[in-house]
């Protein structure tokens, strides 16, 4: 149940649903005033929506800072590789399909091919909610493979569907191999707030290390503050997505 609300979570939080519903509600309603208040609410709304530099100043607020390597230890245990970024649903299903966020995976072999961890624990299921044809850790392991990380250095976990089921079937995981002690985890900057939060409430204690930034250095330049992106509609639903998903996980006790 958990699993489908959030899917209707996703579809609720879109800006693009907003606009098309302020807009239908202005063309069937038959009083001018509220017409004309329904138009310029619209309005409002496309233009703070696309506005590229209001969107990124509200993702520096919110995403974790990176970290750099000296701030590591000489060498952890294992770097947590949460999934999220590939598309299971696309055919044909002979190759893996990455969309945005993949710095997850490049940072989790960065850190092992730069001999900072000894193991990558790649953790998660399925996103889909009906077919399910493979597995997204199924998906990254097979990259990884490819980037010659062999069998003995990764650790599978392909049954979680969300952040809280990484954090519990990751702590099964280190329950049952007492040498995983020291973790890092792995996880786009925008979502490293609820993650750390759901692993500290399940007894792990991972550092963070972010990745998949959807922010960029702030600007003074007049094309930052001013030119419209249509990129920018999709960046507050993925943001504001994440900061209800936090909100509800910490009213649930999860983070």
């Not at 693009?16 to 310029?40: C, D, E, G, M």
């Not at 696309?50 to 520096?60: D, Q, S, V």
């Not at 001999?115 to 990259?143: C, F, N, P, Q, Y």
């Not at 980037?147 to 079937?169: C, F, H, M, Q, Y």
């Amino acid at each position: 149940m958990f699993f489908l609300l959030s899917k209707l979570l996703d579809f609720l939080l879109l800006p693009v649903l907003w606009l098309v519903l302020l807009l239908i509600a202005a063309l069937v309603t038959q009083r001018p005033a509220r017409r004309r208040n329904l138009l310029r609410l619209t309005l409002l709304l496309l233009v703070l929506g696309t506005n590229g530099a209001l969107m990124n100043e509200a993702l520096l607020a919110w995403e974790w800072p990176p970290v750099k390597l000296s701030e590591l230890p000489r060498q952890a245990d294992a770097a947590v590789l949460l999934t999220g970024i590939t598309g299971v649903g696309k055919s044909p299903h002979d190759r893996v399909y990455l969309h945005e966020g993949a710095d997850r995976l490049t940072n989790a072999l960065w850190l092992w091919r730069a001999g900072r961890v000894r193991h990558i624990l790649v953790s998660g299921g399925s996103g889909a909610m009906l077919k399910k044809v493979h597995t997204e850790a199924e998906d990254l392991i097979t990259l990884l493979h490819l980037a010659g990380v062999p069998d003995s250095v990764i650790i599978k976990e392909d049954r979680s569907r969300n952040t809280r089921e990484n954090a519990l079937l990751t702590k099964r995981i280190v329950a049952a191999r007492p040498e995983l002690d020291t973790l890092i985890l792995v996880t786009s900057a925008f979502h490293q707030r609820r993650a750390m939060g759901c692993f500290a409430q399940v007894g792990l204690h991972p550092l963070p290390f972010p990745a998949g930034f959807f922010s960029s250095d702030r600007s003074p330049t007049p094309d930052y503050w001013l030119t419209p992106s249509a990129n920018a509609l999709n960046r507050w639903s993925l943001l504001l997505h994440e900061i209800v998903g936090y909100i509800i996980y910490k009213v649930l006790g999860y983070a």
